[in-house]
């Protein structure tokens, strides 16, 4: 399903404020047209629009953000008030050592190949809310996203020597961050899961 950044406008269309956000399930310019009640829409949403979708290594969501934060620079620099607030630095990315009895899963072996045996199993982690709290979901099971399906039961402690000195930080950031920290300890030999 692709994802659009739409640009919403203002109620007042001389104030030239506009604010950007991102649409899922919307396949044309027309559809997003009629959401968008003001003079001269389709000339702005043909030349601010942009459709996309995930990337090999990178999500929808990161893609999605990173989109949305380039074309609220672009369009501040040509003299449009977006009304887009700094994103929130609410974001956290976390790392939790597990029981190295994860390791016989067919999956995770897949995934670490390079693993040494010698070195922790680790899952890479983020969330808007607080550490402690997403690590009992973890560990428990329980919550709207049970994330691993190998953590629950299997979570020994956090591991705050690693995360601790990046935190807090904007979603897209912690995304980034995410991601490039579980590949980071993969290539240095740890089995990670999570960091997507």
């Known amino acids: 399903m692709d994802w659009v950044v739409k640009l919403n406008p203002d109620r007042n269309p001389r104030k030239r404020c506009l604010r950007v956000g991102r649409m899922s399930g919307v396949r044309s310019i027309r559809r997003i047209s009629r959401m968008c009640p003001f003079p001269g829409k389709m000339s702005l949403l043909r030349g601010y629009t942009r459709m996309y979708d995930s990337e090999a290594v990178r999500s929808r969501l990161e893609v999605g953000l990173a989109l949305e934060r380039e074309l609220v620079q672009t369009l ?6 977006v009304a887009n607030r700094l994103p929130a ?50 560990q428990s099971g329980t919550g709207k996203k049970r994330g691993a399906r190998f953590l629950e039961g299997s979570c020994i402690g956090l591991r705050e020597d690693i995360y601790a000195v990046f935190n807090p930080m904007p979603q897209l950031e912690s995304l980034v961050l995410e991601r490039e920290l579980a590949l980071e300890l993969r290539e240095e030999g740890y089995t990670v899961l999570g960091g997507h």
Do not use: S
């Not at 990315?93 to 995770?108: A, C, M, N, S, W």
């Open 89 to 138: 630095r609410k974001w956290k990315v976390y790392v939790i050592e597990l029981d190295p009895t994860v390791r016989k899963h067919r999956k995770v072996r897949a995934a670490n190949p390079d693993a040494d045996p010698a070195k922790p199993c680790l899952y890479i982690g983020q969330t808007g809310r607080e550490i402690a709290e997403r690590y009992m979901e973890h």
């Open 76 to 81: 501040r620099r040509e003299g449009w008030t």
